[in-house]
């Protein structure tokens, strides 16, 4: 059975960190391309951030760019999300995403972020 599994969400005062995480099982780690994508309250999906198969290459929309961080562990099948200097309009649902090139396509449960003072 296909997993993917986020934590680490919660609420934070604008300025603070949190550092999301997402297991993978039930497929091969390795092959997926991982991405993380967020959804705001009354407004639709938006694409966070992205990391490639081997680790090597990193991507970032440009309203989090130089505040997130992400990584993966092979060795634990789990990415990361580090995020930074958060602020209100961070607050979303966050999704973790694993997607082939032969069309394996798989989706997270979520993990609520709230920044709020």
């Known amino acids: 059975e296909v997993q993917l599994v986020e934590s680490g969400g919660g609420m934070v005062q604008p300025g603070g960190s949190l550092r999301l995480s997402c297991a993978a099982s039930?497929?091969?780690?390795?092959?997926?391309?991982m991405s993380w994508v967020r959804q705001a309250p009354g407004k639709g999906p938006e694409w966070v951030s992205a990391?490639?198969?081997?680790?090597?290459?990193?991507y970032y929309a440009d309203s989090v760019k130089g505040r997130f961080a992400i990584s993966r562990n092979s060795a634990k099948t789990t990415v990361y999300l580090q995020m930074n200097n958060l602020k209100p309009e961070d607050t979303a649902v966050y999704y973790c995403?694993?997607?082939?090139?032969?069309?394996?396509?798989?989706w997270g449960q979520g993990t609520q972020v709230t920044v709020s003072s």
């Open positions: 039930g497929f091969t780690f390795s092959s997926y391309d």
């Open positions: 990391i490639n198969t081997g680790g090597g290459s990193t």
């Open positions: 995403n694993a997607r082939s090139r032969t069309g394996g396509d798989y």
